[in-house]
């Protein structure tokens, strides 16, 4: 029980908080199509809430699901070797998409369709 708390306070929370800095990124980038001043700030705010909405009802628990489910699987075939993949994979996604995010560009962990014009 203190693997599983340890793991979402110091690997699963702190990759969730990073993808949620991510949502933030792309509700700025987005904003950027409303030139209002006011109308910006509250579609910005707006975005930010229901991003933040979705990392901490949708993804966070997900993420600490599927770690829960592969110990619990590896434990009975090949040891901690499916969670360490996982959680490795996990970090080389989120650092990908920052490096993205910090040196292309917001635009770039987008898909096409949803950059602005």
Do not use: H
């Amino acid at each position: 029980m203190k693997t599983n708390a340890a793991l979402e306070r110091y690997y699963v929370l702190p990759c969730c908080l990073l993808l949620l800095n991510l949502c933030n990124d792309i509700a700025a980038y987005k904003a950027r199509l409303i030139y209002d001043g006011v109308l910006r700030t509250l579609a910005i705010v707006a975005m930010v809430l229901f991003g933040s909405s979705i990392v901490a009802f949708a993804i966070a628990p997900g993420l600490i699901w599927m770690v829960q489910s592969l110990r619990k699987t590896s434990r009975t075939t090949a040891g901690g070797i499916g969670e360490l993949c996982f959680l490795a994979g996990l970090g080389v996604l989120i650092f990908w998409l920052y490096y993205r995010n910090y040196l292309l560009g917001t635009q770039y962990i987008l898909p096409a369709m949803w950059r602005n014009k």
